[in-house]
């Protein structure tokens, strides 16, 4: 019932920025809370950020804190993650994901096909 296609990733030199994008159709977007979860080569998913239903909350995994800013347009059903001051150890392919809070957690079903984001010099 939910379609999540993620795009704006890319090569980029470490301190460089990337914005990523997640376009949500078929789905409550306004009304849900939504996380942004990555996987790094040889690694399992590990949830990054996430975000209450009108964007005025949002938490990060430490190791972005600072640097990544997640924020939404319900409007367009578009979830968005400025990513700034790239490190290579943020290499992953990255995925939104419906979630039951903005804290942590995430659902594991309707997974889009995600957006590589490689962080080289």
């Known amino acids: 019932q939910v379609q999540f296609v993620e795009s704006g990733g890319g090569l980029v030199q470490p301190g460089g920025s990337l914005r990523l994008s997640c376009a949500a159709s078929g789905s409550t977007f306004s009304s849900d809370a939504m996380a942004w979860v990555r996987q790094a080569p040889g690694e399992g998913l590990e949830w990054i950020s996430g975000?209450?239903?009108?964007?005025?909350?949002?938490n990060y995994v430490d190791s972005v804190k600072g640097r990544f800013t997640t924020s939404r347009d319900n409007a367009k059903n578009t979830l968005y993650l400025q990513m700034n001051s790239l490190k290579p150890e943020d290499t992953a392919v990255y995925y939104c994901q419906k979630a039951p809070d903005y804290s942590g957690a995430f659902y594991l079903g309707s997974w889009g096909p995600g957006t590589q984001v490689t962080v080289s010099s």
């Open positions: 975000i209450n239903p009108d964007g005025t909350s949002a």
